[in-house]
């Protein structure tokens, strides 16, 4: 069993489905941020079988919660602070995403408008599904 | 009973309003602007001026020559001006100008404006940032709301109400932006029976399908317009577009699918109304004009009148007010 150890202040990111741990570290920018973090991934674990764990050691308000809820709403967010958890955020799917993901469709406005960000609303909340603001092209929620 | 209650000085409103889909009005607003175009339609001298001193801008980036008439005709008809361009090759976007940039500047031009662009959401973008009130008249393959209110207009003024019929909407089910923005205007009138009829290739989206599962409206899907002919209080015939596929071997395929011809209509309720957003290719043989039951060319009048209507409400000539006793 591979140990890894506690922070003393920033969060952890805890259930994330196996695989997914690198391709949030990128959504959410980590790679800029000058901070320890450790990418645990096929974590063993009851509930999931297997998971990826993150864990970063900055600020808890440099998430952009509304980003990891859009990628997966299931994963804890544990807020640390002087090696312990303070605090567990619950995720949402945010109603409305900008400049996360980008409109596919080739008649949408936004591939030749400059500088015009890429907003995707929530259209259907069950389905989890978000359609481009502007053409109503819809997107899948997953990454 | 005249539901509304004109004004001569334009009122500041708190917020501005465009129309981007038909979906923007409520069901009770919707009736209220056919009530004016009917109203318009049976007396418009009394219209004649309304506009006097305003200029409606034309924006088409993409050919069209009916719906910039139409849009053209009912602000002439209000007493208004038109200004604007037809094609984007005489517009600033052939120099690279930005749909933001073009409409902060017809802002200054003009009271009101009627966006058609070959790309979606484009009138959307141009609302964003607009002074005046923006008509989406087209974009792309996605919504062409005032299609849409002249097809409602056509039909409430020639059934009575919108509501209690079957629909056959017939052609490019895929494709056709009239057609889904028309099954969603629809949608929320009572007892209304889709029959979508199309090849294989060009039927109507699943998530229209799914909608209407959703809200428990019923539809049929068939490939022979004969068949159902016989059910129909209304059918809507669209064209197979040249311009929605890029590949020129399907359109070959399938732009003759379907001819609406006398004998079909023979089939038909005596009562049945033929519909089409026009222009019609071959979907429909000229010898159909003549039938009574051909609304086609009514509903491009329906046209002009559902604009001047659209027209006076987005620039606050016409207030929706309490219907008196």
């Keep these: ?143 | 009973m005249l539901l509304f209650d004109f004004v001569t000085i334009r009122k500041e409103s708190i917020i501005m309003r465009h129309l981007m889909s038909p979906l923007d009005f409520t069901v009770e607003e919707l009736d209220q602007l056919f009530d004016l175009a009917n109203d318009i339609e049976n007396n418009m001298p009394k219209y004649a001026k309304m506009c006097e001193g305003k200029k409606l801008a034309t924006c088409f980036y993409e050919p069209s020559t009916r719906t910039r008439l139409s849009f053209e005709a009912a602000m002439l008809n209000l007493g208004g001006s038109v200004i604007g361009f037809s094609d984007a090759a005489s517009s600033s976007a052939s120099k690279g100008e930005s749909v933001s940039d073009t409409i902060r500047v017809i802002s200054c031009f003009a009271d009101i404006c009627a966006m058609r662009h070959h790309k979606e959401g484009a009138p959307m973008v141009a609302a964003e940032k607009s002074s005046i009130p923006v008509i989406n008249a087209g974009d792309g393959g996605h919504q062409h709301p005032t299609q849409t209110l002249t097809d409602l207009l056509t039909i409430r003024s020639l059934k009575g109400s919108l509501g209690n019929f079957t629909i056959g909407l017939c052609g490019d089910l895929k494709f056709g932006r009239t057609v889904h923005s028309l099954i969603n205007a629809l949608v929320r009138y009572p007892n209304v029976h889709f029959i979508f009829i199309s090849p294989q290739e060009l039927r109507v989206p699943d998530y229209i399908t799914e909608m209407l599962r959703e809200k428990n409206i019923s539809y049929e899907e068939v490939i022979r317009l004969e068949e159902i002919m016989p059910r129909l209080d209304f059918l809507y015939m669209t064209r197979v577009q040249r311009e929605r596929f890029f590949n020129e071997e399907d359109y070959v395929r399938l732009k003759d699918f379907y001819i609406l011809n006398k004998e079909k209509m023979a089939l038909a309720k005596q009562d049945m109304l033929v519909l089409h957003p026009l222009p019609r290719v071959n979907e429909i043989s000229v010898e159909v004009d003549d039938d009574p039951r051909a609304a086609y060319f009514k509903q491009v009048q329906y046209g002009v009148y559902v604009r001047m209507a659209l027209i006076l409400t987005l620039l606050e000539y016409a207030k929706p007010t309490t219907p008196q006793e």
């Excluded at chain 1, 959410?28 to 993150?54: E, F, H, P």
């Excluded at chain 1, 864990?55 to 919660?65: A, F, G, M, P, Y």
């Excluded at chain 1, 259907?124 to 929620?141: L, S």
């Design chain 1, 1 to 143: 069993m591979l140990n890894v150890g506690k922070i003393e202040e920033g969060f952890v990111l805890d259930h994330i489905e196996a695989g997914k741990s690198l391709s949030i570290y990128h959504h959410l920018q980590l790679d800029k941020l000058d901070c320890t973090v450790a990418i645990i991934k096929n974590a063993r674990s009851n509930k999931m079988g297997k998971k990826d764990i993150l864990k970063v050691e900055c600020d808890i308000n440099t998430l952009d919660l509304d980003v990891l809820a859009f990628i997966d709403h299931n994963i804890t967010v544990n807020v640390i602070k002087d090696g312990k958890i303070v605090d567990k955020k619950e995720l949402a799917l945010p109603k409305e995403i900008r400049n996360i993901i980008k409109c596919k469709n080739p008649r949408c406005i936004t591939s030749i408008e400059q500088e015009l960000p890429h907003i995707f609303i929530l259209s259907d909340e069950k389905k989890e599904i978000y359609r481009c603001k502007y053409c109503e092209e819809k997107c899948g929620k997953r990454l």
